[in-house]
C-alpha cells in the first residue's frame, strides 16, 4: 500500500508535498479528535496541513476495521478511499459535491470501486458507500 500512497500523493497533492501518515489507537484518536475537532470520539481520519506543501494524515485501524465492514469494503479498500479523502481536505477541500466527485475519481483510479451507490449519513455529515446487501 506504501507505493500506491505514494503515488496517490503525488497525483493529488503533488510531487513536492510533504506528506506523513500516522497510525494511531482508538484512544489516541478519540483524544485528538476532541482536542482539534471538540467531538469526544474516536474518529477513522484527520488531516493535519502543517504548511502550504507539508501535511500529516493520522489514521485509526480500529476504527476503519469497523466501518469498513460495516459498508461492504475491505480494510484496504476503506483506508485508501480515507487516505484519498484525508489527501483531499490537505488540498483545501471541504465536504461537498465537488470533493465527492473527486473521492470517487481517485477511487476509481486507484481501487477500481465504482461509488455510485451512497447513502447519506448525517452522524458523519457526508456522503458514504452503501452497504451492500447480504446474499
Known amino acids: 500500500m506504501e507505493k500506491k500512497f505514494a503515488r496517490m500523493k503525488n497525483d493529488i497533492l503533488g ?15 478519540r483524544e485528538l479528535n476532541k482536542k482539534y475537532r471538540k467531538k469526544d470520539k474516536a474518529t477513522n481520519v484527520l488531516a493535519f496541513p502543517l504548511r502550504k506543501d507539508m501535511g500529516e494524515l493520522v489514521l485509526c485501524p480500529g476504527v476503519i ?8 469494503r ?3 479498500q476503506f483506508l485508501g478511499f480515507l487516505v484519498i479523502h484525508g489527501m483531499l481536505h490537505l488540498k483545501g477541500g471541504q465536504h461537498s459535491s ?3 466527485r ?8 486507484y481501487f477500481s470501486r465504482d461509488r455510485r451507490r451512497v447513502i447519506r449519513n ?3 455529515g457526508g456522503r458514504i458507500p452503501k452497504r451492500r446487501n447480504e446474499s
Open 15 to 29: 510531487k513536492n508535498y510533504s506528506l506523513s501518515i500516522a497510525y494511531v489507537t482508538p484512544a489516541k484518536s
Open 65 to 72: 476495521k469497523k466501518e469498513a465492514k460495516n459498508f461492504g
Open 74 to 76: 475491505t480494510f484496504e
Open 98 to 100: 465537488k470533493m465527492e
Open 102 to 109: 473527486e473521492e470517487e475519481k481517485y477511487d476509481k483510479k
Open 122 to 124: 448525517p452522524r458523519r
